[in-house]
């Protein structure tokens, strides 16, 4: 499987050393034992695992769904040998001090690692990436005593974790909750209740699994502030940390969905019996704060998937464009003539652009947005900390919705490039497709996003995420004005183009922020969806004009050919996003600035 093509490798060197600098976090004091080469190494272990333990078994997957015979959930062998090869090299504790039997990795490095095992094969990625978080759960909130007991077994590969959140009659709506814990006296509590779409939520990968649960205690406040967090096992522990007894936790059920086969989805009972032994995370009613940790690491996941589903629905209708011969040339009338291959044709073309743009667009965001994490955790001074933390905290709900949405759009281009072809299980569209039509769903919706971002992130601190990544943004634009080199041609449009988009999100913004401050929540918030999807195209523009800059300073220098139609690749890219798609900000801003109430004023008798 040593030939899978997966995301391009002078992609990510070029986001990683060029277009993020991650190379100066080797100045950083918990990476001062680092190198690039240890970086690049981690790289390269990724990507073996991936062709070797997880791309072999991404179709087989999908046609071999779990099965539950009662007692256990059966998964095809491969799904073993990917998880046991991940563990092995390390990955689920990569990110944890040394003292802690970690390998001190950054954060950016380790999402970008991660993006060739999820480029592989997103299903089988979903068990270790929810152990990863259920771990960085316990190991931020839990006492002592629990992280000594289930962190080294996560760790190593032996735990798996997830997490609890959904219920049958609670989607996104978690103030609504109903799962209840009773505590006992000996400290732990009592679950009892049903969560649903639970992924991971039962295996045969693991000798346990730790569910990470949201439940209320009795007599606790209603609403979020009601909310808190256990742990509990899928098999409770003896006192020398052996396996003992099941814990009141039974699978009701497999859910079987459209894509991410290969991923358990479940429905559990908790409490069928006496109640499921949990223990408490923290503080009771803490939970919800909690867990925004664990559902902030996954939106931005979810986001890096997305883009990467995409990334691989591009990289094969690429390929097959190349030597697809169909057609001629317009002006080439002659029926005898040689047919071309259809990456000739201007609209494969377009098909093609869009789809590098909307899914190598993404992919920097979402590495950005990573940086951004590790600048929040290691930054030099407290200042720099919280800066980050603001910037990322702005930005998570467009990380999360914009690759969603696009690489969505990039997976039904790749199916329109292949055709009849793409719409049959013999070719690996059509599969993207399906298992990228989650994205937009899980982990919240578009629709909580625009809310999320529009009520509560911008107006947050006096808009200050709002104000600072305005200012990030316009660092660009200072620097293309500094550099005569850079006045001509097509970077000057791109950032003048990107000014005047800035200056429709701002006055956007504020009319938008004067509307919910005279009291109109309601119809101030009614199109936040819109506004989101605005938001995203202006910071994807940004992303785009900051590659563009470093592709045109690259091919100042005349690097060989192959860097040449690498930069060219990055240039064009860039303008057909500038051109083609950011331009769609008017209309959305003119509907915006308008409080336009055409969906809000819509009746239901009126369907």
Excluded at 78 to 105: I, R, V
Excluded at 112 to 137: D, E, H, K, R, W
Excluded at 582 to 602: G, R, S, V, Y
Aim: hydrophobic content about 40%.
């Amino acid at each position: 499987m040593s030939d899978v093509k997966l995301i391009d490798d002078r992609d990510i060197e070029f986001l990683l050393y060029e277009f993020l600098d991650t190379q100066a976090l080797l100045e950083r004091p918990r990476y001062q034992e680092h190198s690039r080469e240890i970086f690049n190494t981690t790289l390269d272990t990724a990507k073996t695992i991936a062709q070797k333990y997880f791309a072999n078994h991404n179709s087989k997957g999908d046609e071999n769904e779990p099965s539950f015979d009662g007692e256990k959930v059966h998964l095809i062998p491969e799904t073993q040998a990917a998880w046991d090869a991940y563990a092995e090299a390390g990955f689920l504790g990569a990110a944890y001090d040394f003292e802690e039997g970690g390998s001190q990795m950054p954060e950016i490095i380790l999402r970008a690692a991660m993006g060739y095992i999820t480029a592989a094969n997103p299903s089988t990625t979903v068990y270790p990436f929810l152990t990863l978080g259920a771990a960085n759960l316990v190991r931020s909130f839990a006492s002592d005593e629990h992280k000594t007991t289930y962190l080294p077994p996560m760790m190593d590969g032996r735990f798996a974790g997830t997490m609890a959140l959904t219920e049958p009659g609670q989607g996104s709506a978690l103030a609504d909750i109903t799962t209840s814990a009773k505590p006992q006296a000996d400290g732990t509590y009592r679950i009892f209740g049903q969560k649903m779409f639970i992924t991971g939520g039962d295996q045969s990968l693991t000798d346990n699994i730790i569910h990470m649960v949201l439940a209320r205690v009795e007599g606790a406040p209603a609403g979020t502030k009601g909310i808190s967090m256990f742990i509990c096992p899928k098999v409770l522990l003896n006192e020398d940390g052996s396996l003992g007894e099941r814990n009141d936790v039974a699978l009701a059920g497999l859910l079987h969905k459209m894509g991410y086969k290969n991923a358990t989805s479940t429905v559990l009972n908790f409490g069928e019996k006496d109640g499921a032994v949990g223990y408490l995370v923290g503080e009771e009613n803490k939970g919800l704060s909690y867990m925004f940790q664990l559902m902030n690491e996954a939106r931005i996941s979810v986001g890096s998937g997305a883009s990467l589903l995409g990334y691989q629905g591009y990289n094969y209708s690429l390929e097959y464009a190349r030597n697809r011969p169909q057609g001629r040339p317009p002006t080439d009338r002659d029926p005898s003539s040689k047919q071309v291959n259809i990456v000739e044709h201007a609209d494969v073309r377009r098909m093609l652009l869009a789809q590098k743009a909307y899914s190598e667009g993404s992919l920097a965001l979402c590495l950005y947005a990573s940086s951004l994490f590790e600048d929040s955790q290691t930054g030099a001074t407290e200042e720099d900390r919280k800066a980050a933390f603001t910037l990322l905290d702005l930005i998570t709900p467009i990380v999360k919705s914009f690759p969603s949405k696009y690489g969505l759009k990039a997976n039904e281009l790749a199916i329109q490039i292949l055709g009849g072809s793409g719409y049959i299980r013999e070719y690996p569209v059509e599969q993207y497709y399906r298992d990228n039509r989650l994205n937009a769903i899980h982990e919240g919706t578009d629709g909580i996003h625009g809310l999320d971002l529009l009520a509560r992130k911008v107006p947050m601190k006096d808009m200050a995420g709002y104000q600072a990544m305005s200012k990030e943004m316009k660092k660009i634009l200072k620097t293309i004005k500094q550099d005569v080199n850079l006045q001509e041609g097509r970077i000057r449009e791109f950032a003048d183009a990107l000014k005047a988009a800035l200056k429709t999100l701002d006055n956007t913004t504020m009319m938008l922020m004067m509307t919910l401050g005279k009291g109109k929540i309601d119809l101030g918030l009614a199109n936040a969806n819109l506004y989101l999807d605005m938001f995203g195209r202006v910071l994807v523009s940004w992303v785009w004009l900051k590659q563009a800059v470093l592709a045109q300073q690259a091919l100042d220098l005349k690097p060989h050919e192959a860097d040449e139609h690498f930069y060219q690749g990055k240039l064009q890219a860039a303008q057909y996003y500038i051109r083609w798609e950011l331009p769609e900000i008017e209309h959305q801003a003119k509907l915006l600035q308008a409080n336009d109430d055409t969906c809000l004023a819509m009746q239901d008798d009126w369907f």
